[in-house]
């Protein structure tokens, strides 16, 4: 009964379109750029003819924006005819407020490169979209509006800001590019796979989809995505919104379809994240799905009409502090390598699963004419040299710092990610050695004691207490890393730092000196390291003392354009790295499964350029001969793990 309902409006909804299109067509013919459900054919029709999509998911916030056209055109050259991506709130709106579209984040740019490329575009809004970012995409900034916000509901505290980010900045921007309106965007994806989440606030899923209908009008076509169980879809489901589910090779496909019509009995079929492959979690080893089996699933959905996105065609890298982490029965955190075992590399080249799913695509849709573009060339730069900076205990003497009784979040702090130093001192006579506890650390704290590096305790080890031998009056530094906030599931309101008051021998510590490091924004990153003498290697080695290197590399001047590289940090243990002010992101070669991180040729110049790095644990850096790197022209993803 509900479900005739909701069909008899969606009906309703296309009648009201047809006429208001009949009204307004004042600069279009009716039947022209037209992109439609048809419900009586189970189809979707586009200008009126019968269609259906082959897509890839490539997320222009993980690929550099010189290499955008090169992805697009591969994934075209492979029979695809439409790119699927989400909006990412969190980039975009870095503070509230602050709105960012340039460079990696020019959407407009990203999508009318799609349409020139020959290839339609799924948006998917958000405004959470997990993607194994920090936070789903979420503004880390919400947590400190409001540290009770239920996210993901119609929390009036949250709405008011999702509200202000689609109405005022985001719709706007997509309404020009929609398909009726000239432009590639034939579907919008409401929420992300609600179903998944606890809450099931359904006044919520109605909100969202009032709001982009209001933004974009009654034509465009809205969809959401669930798992391919009733439970997922009975959660995710918004009335007047195409019901869409996701799944992997492997599955039945006939059974996850039938899922999907028992809440939509009519219109096409639709999986709108087809996994080719799978994500990694660093100490795991590297996921990969068998080229064979994603081929054959592709091949039956295909034979039934079914319109598919693949999740991911192409993962690219997340780049910066971007990566989130994941909540199972223990945390794990995401590497920067998002290669996803896809079809297109991390580094964009078609891997042998590219040209098996080619000859799959090629029986249900023309392969344009053209040969596929070769793989990018990669060059090996070579040793690099590096030479301390100094260490963050250093720097942090010269920075901002905030004083409080009791420890403070980064949320708290309005800080997005990175590290922050706490610093208190042991005011009483302990035991030798005494028990240090940190508890529920979010994520990683490298602890000091008297300036003394004396062990870590880690959110995914579960090791929150460490014996330490402290005098009276000791000073006491924990250094904390956000590795990445929760993307999926119940916990996403993730606050990171010290979230618990720190003991010893169960006696709490009190009076803080709270510094955060500006690490995720260069212009303070720079001018704050200026304020760090040149160490030399001896000085700044010593297990733990975290410190940052520098060096620079040469890349031919003779004409060439710069190639695309990779970064080995052999002998280095965990860290961040820079390339000319470009975070690449996280490196953590010890515990694998990535080795290497990939460098765009687009973040290098020609003549010199300057690697940063900061190294949490132990630099190779005993003697200057010691202390370097390596760009070479091999990468790495599928090291050997721990666990
Ligand atoms: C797929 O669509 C074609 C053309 O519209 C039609 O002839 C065919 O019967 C459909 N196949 C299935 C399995 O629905
Ligand atoms: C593609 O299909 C052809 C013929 O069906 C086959 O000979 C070839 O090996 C296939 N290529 C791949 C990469 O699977
Ligand atoms: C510890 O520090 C407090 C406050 O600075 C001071 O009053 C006290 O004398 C110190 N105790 C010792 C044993 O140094
Ligand atoms: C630490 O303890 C104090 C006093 O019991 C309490 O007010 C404060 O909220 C606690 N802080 C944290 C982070 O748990
Ligand atoms: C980065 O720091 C500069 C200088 O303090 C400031 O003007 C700018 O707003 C900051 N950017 C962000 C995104 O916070
Ligand atoms: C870079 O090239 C310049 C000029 O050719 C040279 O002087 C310099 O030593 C080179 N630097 C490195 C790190 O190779």
């Not at 039956?300 to 997340?318: D, I, Q």
Request: glycine residues 8%.
């Amino acid at each position: 009964m509900m479900m005739a309902e909701g069909n008899f409006s969606i009906l309703f909804i296309l009648l009201l379109s047809v006429s208001l299109f009949v009204f307004e067509g004042s600069c279009m013919k009716a039947g022209e750029r037209s992109f439609e459900i048809d419900y009586s054919t189970d189809q979707f029709r586009k200008d009126g003819q019968p269609f259906h999509y082959i897509s890839g998911s490539i997320h222009y916030f993980r690929v550099h924006p010189t290499d955008w056209r090169d992805r697009l055109r591969k994934m075209r050259m492979a029979g695809f005819n439409a790119v699927q991506t989400y909006v990412e709130w969190a980039s975009h709106e870095p503070e509230p407020g602050m709105y960012d579209f340039t460079g990696m984040l020019d959407l407009e740019t990203f999508i009318k490169t799609a349409q020139e490329e020959d290839l339609s575009v799924i948006l998917r809004l958000g405004p959470f979209i997990d993607a194994e970012r920090d936070m789903g995409g979420l503004p880390y900034w919400l947590l400190h509006m409001n540290p009770e916000m239920r996210l993901r509901t119609s929390d009036p505290t949250y709405l008011q800001y999702v509200d202000r980010w689609f109405t005022s900045v985001l719709l706007p921007k997509v309404k020009p590019l929609l398909y009726e309106n000239g432009g590639p965007i034939i579907m919008l994806q409401v929420e992300n796979e609600y179903g998944s989440y606890p809450s099931c606030d359904f006044s919520y899923t109605g909100h969202m989809r009032d709001l982009v209908r209001n933004g974009v009008g009654l034509n465009a076509v809205l969809f959401t995505t669930d798992g391919d169980g009733v439970g997922f879809l009975k959660c995710g489901k918004i009335p007047e919104v195409y019901s869409t589910v996701d799944f992997g090779s492997g599955t039945d496909v006939n059974k996850a379809f039938d899922t999907m019509r028992l809440f939509e009995p009519h219109g096409p079929l639709v999986n709108s994240e087809y996994y080719p492959g799978w994500l990694d979690h660093w100490s795991y080893p590297h996921s990969t799905v068998d080229a064979q089996a994603v081929a054959k699933t592709l091949d039956e959905m295909l034979a039934m009409n079914a319109s598919v996105n693949m999740y991911m065609f192409h993962g690219g890298t997340s780049f910066g502090l971007t990566a989130g982490s994941n909540k199972y029965s223990n945390f794990q955190v995401c590497p920067t390598s998002y290669d996803y075992d896809a079809p297109l590399s991390e580094a964009g080249d078609p891997t042998e699963k590219y040209w098996i799913l080619r000859n799959i695509t090629k029986k249900y849709l023309p392969l344009p004419s053209g040969d596929v573009p070769p793989p990018s060339t990669k060059e090996s730069y070579g040793k690099v040299q590096m030479a301390s900076l100094g260490t963050v205990n250093q720097l942090s003497t010269k920075l901002t710092s905030v004083w409080s009784k009791w420890p403070l979040t980064f949320e708290a702090l309005r800080v997005a990610n990175g590290l922050v130093v706490y610093q208190t001192s042991i005011p009483f006579r302990t035991a030798d050695p005494a028990p240090l506890a940190i508890n529920d650390v979010h994520d990683r704290g490298y602890v000091y004691v008297d300036g003394v590096y004396v062990g870590t305790v880690d959110r995914q080890q579960e090791l929150y207490t460490l014996p330490i031998s402290a005098r009276i009056n000791a000073s006491l530094a924990i250094i904390v890393e956000s590795q990445g906030r929760i993307c999926f599931g119940a916990d996403i309101n993730d606050f990171k730092g010290l979230t618990t008051n720190v003991t010893v021998s169960g006696h709490q510590l009190e009076g803080w000196t709270i510094i955060p490091l500006p690490l995720t924004n260069n212009s303070r990153l720079a001018a704050s390291l200026t304020h760090l003498p040149l160490f030399s290697s001896q000085d700044a080695f010593s297990e733990g003392r975290m410190s940052f290197f520098q060096g620079t590399f040469n890349v031919s001047a003779e004409g060439s354009q710069p190639h695309d590289t990779f970064l080995r940090l052999d002998g280095w243990s965990k860290g961040l790295a820079w390339v000319n002010g470009f975070l690449l992101g996280r490196y953590w070669p010890e515990v694998g499964p990535q080795v290497t991180l990939y460098v765009p040729h687009g973040v290098l110049s020609q003549g010199t350029n300057t690697l940063l790095l900061l190294e949490y644990e132990a630099a190779p850096c005993l003697t200057p001969d010691m202390c370097y790197v390596t760009f070479t022209d091999t990468h790495v993803i599928n090291g050997p793990t721990p666990l």
